[in-house]
């Protein structure tokens, strides 16, 4: 029988997505799910607007939440624009090599912790060797123009269920939207009878 | 884009911001000085009936600012969240799948599957908004939160509201729309966008999800639970 399936959308431009990170990989060894990275493009880059306030108050917001996840946060390099859409593209070659995880870890920390620009090939190569990634490999995905259908199929999916931001997951139809609901999602897979063991 | 403009904008800018915000010796010192004058702290809690999340934290929060010497300032508002947001009428239903998350953390069961329209309840806000601070206007808030979202479905009936009212002040209540127009502004000047939002001494937070550092930084300021 095939494991359910749990998507999770995720945006590299986004810090709540880089807090949820290790909590939403790891769901995967807590249930019998299928948890599928689905990289989109950011909001910005959606044509929806942030304002100000809301810019201000996340990364106030988030570098208190990361003090009490016990992750690092502020050495950031906003990726909005070219570093974002390679670093997608690198993620889809992940995913590909059974390596988005390690991915997608090393990718977050390197943006919101260590001020890693990944538009430069010296910053996205840091990202890719520390994920275990070949280079030639992520080089060539980033002008592939199939992987670069995957993330626009990924961002048009986000919209096509009536969301908005992220990160979202999706089990059964049912959504839960920020990293402040994996423990939401965590006891519906219980109750689902998902649990490993 | 110059690159010193492009640096500034992608790492400078936010590394500022989240190193500011670590700066906590003001708030301190005037939490300090508010005790030595044997003034209470205070929680601005900026709520709208209309919503399930609000609801939640109102309920939420009065249980745990129990044993602090905080004052529980309930703020209503009506208009709010990011303006021309093409995602106002997604939030409003997800509110509601959300809210039924959110009621089952403190054992209670929303009995509404619809969001309600925020003209419904708008009543409710013009009513808190011009009544005088204290525990019978937080009792009312509380029970009128639990009617609303966890003990009715249907249309808001105002009369179920007025008796409830009379229940906590033994008076009819007056209806005030400027002064929830001052909430309204002044939650914009506090910075919140959104509701539920928590202000306690110079930071806000979504009072739905950040108990956690809620009460760390009551702690923080010395508003400690006795």
Known sequence: ?197 | MSKLRDRAEREIGPRVIVAASTITAPARTAAAARRATGRSGRLELYFGFDDPASAFAVIDLEQRLQGRKVIFDLLPVVERGIKDDPALERKRIYGVTDGRRLGRRIGLTLSRSEPIDRQQTAFLADWVAAAPRGSALTRFCAAACRRLWFESDGPVEAERYEELWRECFGSAPIADQAAVRANQKKMAGRGPYETPAAWIGGRWFFAQDRSAQIADWLDQLGWTVK
């Not at chain 1, 807590?30 to 990364?59: N, Q, W």
């Open chain 1, 1 to 197: 029988m095939a494991a359910a399936r749990v998507d999770y959308f995720y945006s590299f431009r986004s810090p709540y997505s880089y807090l949820s990170a290790p909590r939403g990989f790891a769901l995967a060894d807590d249930f019998e799910i299928d948890l599928c990275f689905r990289g989109v493009l950011p909001m910005m880059m959606r044509g929806e607007s942030v304002p100000v306030a809301k810019r201000l108050h996340t990364m106030r917001d988030v570098k208190r939440e990361a003090d009490r996840l016990g992750m690092p946060f502020g050495r950031i390099h906003d990726p909005l624009g070219e570093g974002a859409t390679r670093t997608l593209a690198v993620s889809e070659h992940a995913i590909d090599v059974g390596r988005a995880r390690e991915f997608v870890l090393a990718a977050g920390q390197a943006i919101w912790a260590e001020a890693t620009d990944p538009a430069t090939d010296e910053g996205l190569r840091r990202i890719c060797d520390s994920a275990g990634l070949d280079w030639e490999g992520c080089r060539a995905a980033i002008s592939d123009p199939q992987i670069a259908a995957r993330v626009d199929a990924n961002t048009d999916e986000l919209v096509e269920i009536g969301h908005w931001g992220v990160p979202v997951f999706v089990f059964g139809g049912e959504q839960f939207w920020g990293q402040d609901r994996i423990d939401d999602l965590t006891l519906t897979l219980r109750e689902a009878g998902l649990s490993r063991g």
